[in-house]
């Protein structure tokens, strides 16, 4: 028996063999792919992954991607294994006992959860023979394709909404692919590339590849549970923007509890957007399983989907679990990034700002209780967006290079803080 089983439809279960596919051709429900769990059994144990590389390959049994014969993966050697801190100050702040942070904006080639997902994504790409891969991004999974394509020697073009963050569009140039800049949202960004992957023979790694790149998201969910001693938390905040994070995180928790990995218990998963870029949310709010599209109007760019592909499928991951969501206005983005930055000295992006802004708001509300573990996921660096902080942020003084300057400076900020 073999560990890969093919793709299997979400809504009527229909398989199909694993190919570069990602709807159901009966009723065009998301493809997902399908393990055999007994054989995964036989071979998976704590033991085993601790053994392994500090990277998401220690749980290759549980990807749908093979290594090659030397044990390595064909893209993306170091992504993953990102700290999860105890964040005693920020849990202070937000007066809870037990807070951690998973911090997925560092460590990563090119700081953000995107190259989890990217380095399954283009092995898989690999594995069925493309030479051209592509994507549509909001900004992190551009720098990602880039970065990862130029290390596995494969072609790429890459589409995003021409008004994307400067850091961003030259994040992703360095490496060299085809930046194609659109004028539109990112939804009709999506749109046109659902056309031209009719047309090309590309792998797109959030369209034909799909099902197998939001696979790569499991691994921040094992990450969590693995460095928490084997344990899954009791509440997790998400960011969302299409919305396959949050259920492959509480996926990976369902696996480890199945293959007895961790204990029996129960995680409740909380998705995090913006207010100006919020359906999922909304749906949860509004206790709706009707996605309403939205045009997107935040800072939260990385987040910034109007029509997530996978809306209702994370709304039922808060639901069911016993979540809930909250929207973060742009004005309460950046206090959440600062307060961050502040508390615990990790500077995330808009999307981080997002997270902690909703943590804050669902833990004052209530929804989320104080005493009990909780993990908030930080997902992007904010090296890669700092323009949003430039108007806000600056020198506190300027001085001419003498001792006298600088002593009159202190003594102009001292009055000013006794006043
Ligand atoms: C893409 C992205 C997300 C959300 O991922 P989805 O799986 O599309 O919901 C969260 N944070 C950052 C920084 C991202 O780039
Ligand atoms: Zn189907």
């Known amino acids: 028996m073999e560990r890969l089983q093919g793709l299997k439809c979400r809504e009527c279960g229909r398989s199909y063999p694993a190919s570069p596919v990602h709807v159901c051709e009966f009723c065009f429900g998301p493809l997902e792919v399908e393990y055999n769990y007994e054989v995964i059994r036989q071979r998976v144990s704590r033991a085993r ?14 990807l749908p991607v093979e290594l090659g014969a030397d044990g390595e993966p064909a ?38 959860f995107k190259d989890r997902v990217v380095a399954v994504a283009l092995g898989k790409a690999k594995e069925f023979g493309f030479d051209t891969v592509a994507c549509a991004s909001t900004g992190n999974l551009a720098n990602s394709v880039a970065a990862h394509s130029a290390e596995g020697r494969l072609k790429s073009y890459i589409f995003i909404p021409a008004d994307l963050e400067q850091g961003k569009v030259t994040a992703t140039l360095v490496y060299g692919p085809t930046l194609v800049a659109v004028h539109g949202t990112y939804d009709e960004v999506n749109r046109l590339c659902s056309e ?16 197998y790149y939001a696979e790569g998201s499991k691994t921040y969910g094992y990450e969590i549970a693995e460095q928490l001693g084997w344990r899954a938390p009791a509440h997790v905040v998400v960011p969302c923007a299409g919305g396959s994070l949050i259920t492959k995180i509480w996926k990976a928790f369902k696996e480890f509890r199945l293959l007895g990995l961790i204990p ?31 045009r997107p109007q935040t800072i939260a760019k990385s987040l910034a989907i109007g029509n997530p592909a996978d809306g209702y499928y994370a709304y039922r991951v808060a639901k069911d679990s016993g979540g809930h969501g909250e929207h973060a206005t742009d004005e309460e983005i950046i206090e959440g990034m600062q307060l961050l930055a ?31 573990p909780i993990v908030i996921c930080v997902t992007g660096n904010g090296l890669k967006t700092p323009d949003v902080l430039h108007e806000r942020l600056s020198a506190d003084v300027t001085i001419r290079p003498s001792l006298s300057a600088f002593d009159q400076a202190l003594a102009d900020l001292k009055a000013k803080t006794d006043a």
């Not at 801190?85 to 809870?96: F, H, K, P």
């Not at 023979?201 to 369209?207: D, E, G, K, L, Y």
């Open 342 to 372: 502040r508390t615990e000295g990790i500077f995330t992006e808009t999307a981080g700002g997002v997270t902690v802004a909703a943590a804050r708001k669902l833990i004052e509300a209530g929804r989320i209780p104080r005493h009990e």
């Open 49 to 62: 992954i601790e053994a392994g590389p500090k990277s998401i390959w220690r749980y290759a049994d549980l």
């Open 75 to 112: 893209v993306g050697p170091a992504v993953g294994f990102t700290p999860l801190i105890r964040a005693r100050n920020l849990a202070d702040e937000l007066g809870v006992r037990e807070l951690y942070v998973k911090n997925d904006s560092v460590c990563h080639p090119t700081w953000s």
């Open 196 to 211: 031209v992957a009719d047309k090309y023979r590309w792998a797109f790694v959030n369209i034909n590849i799909r099902p």
């Open 264 to 294: 029996e218990s129960r995680t409740s998963m909380y998705a995090a957007q913006a207010l100006g870029c919020g359906p999922i949310v909304t749906m949860i709010r509004n206790d709706t399983d009707v996605l309403v599209p939205v």
